[in-house]
């Protein structure tokens, strides 16, 4: 059996890819990758995804510059997520310009909740996309 056959995709033929970072193992972002963005991803060491809103295959960085340079890609116990160990390129991972997509914390005090932001914006989105 080829290694990418034994890949649970959905129904839709994705399958979700966490990006971690390799040095300091924070979680990075959450994509989705379909056959072809794991297959290419594979091949060049570098992330590709399936942009669900683009439709189409997205390169990380091919408009922001900060790529995912991957190291190693691991498969989990059920077969449906991947996880990817990567070297983000400009130290940004997210749209926002921060380092992490999880930048949001829930914050609890007298019986209220609320998100709280918790990372710097490292970066000026509309210096990153044109």
Known sequence: MNWIDEVVFD?????PAIA???????????AWM???????????????YWSRSRKRLWRK????????QVSAVRLDCDGDVILLTVEQAGGVACHTGRESCFF???????GLAEWK????VLKDPETMYK
């Open 11 to 15: 129904a839709d033929g994705l399958v």
């Open 117 to 120: 932001v918790t990372d710097a």
């Open 20 to 30: 971690q970072d390799g040095q300091s193992g924070r979680i990075l972002m959450v």
């Open 34 to 48: 379909n056959r072809e963005a794991l297959q290419e991803t594979v091949d060049t060491h570098r992330a590709v």
């Open 61 to 68: 960085g091919e408009e922001s510059g900060n790529t995912q």
């Open 104 to 110: 949001r914390e829930l914050a609890q005090a007298d």
